[in-house]
């Protein structure tokens, strides 16, 4: 695997934290979320919080251009727009991002979230991510 995603994933507490883990199939990185029972928004109907949801997207964005961008390069979050399309369960999630433009500053990256079949998202969300940013 690209070792700029290894280093963002083994340097990130908030991936730490969600059990996220990256891995290459033939269409490209896959990215999961690990099941964990904090990540339970509403104990009533067991569903994964919105906000774990949109942190897992937002790491695999971030992932994808590091990915593309290389070790050392820096990416941060200006913006995000999450579309949550039907409600998530009480197991582990996978996305796959694609970076739809990138300039010298500023890149947008679509990401895809799933859990039973890729062609039923959960969620998808739109990024524009800072290039060069400073940790």
Not at 30 to 49: C, S
Not at 85 to 104: H, W
Request: with cysteine; net charge neutral; glycine share 8%.
């Amino acid at each position: 695997m690209n070792t700029a995603v290894t280093d963002l994933i083994e340097h990130s507490a908030i991936a730490d934290w969600l059990g996220f883990s990256a891995e290459e199939d033939d269409s490209g990185l896959v990215y999961a979320l690990a099941f964990d029972e904090k990540h339970i928004g509403n104990p009533l109907i067991r569903a994964l919080h919105g906000g774990v949801i949109s942190a897992f997207l937002e790491v695999a964005a971030q992932c994808e251009l590091a990915a593309r961008l290389g070790a050392g390069a820096g990416v941060k979050t200006v913006n995000l727009d999450i579309d949550y399309l039907t409600s998530s369960r009480a197991q582990p999630m996978r996305a796959r991002a694609r970076i739809t433009r990138m300039g010298r500053r500023l890149a947008f990256v679509e990401a895809t979230g799933w859990q039973a079949r890729e062609d039923k998202p959960v969620a998808k969300a739109q990024f524009r991510l800072r290039i060069g940013a400073a940790d």
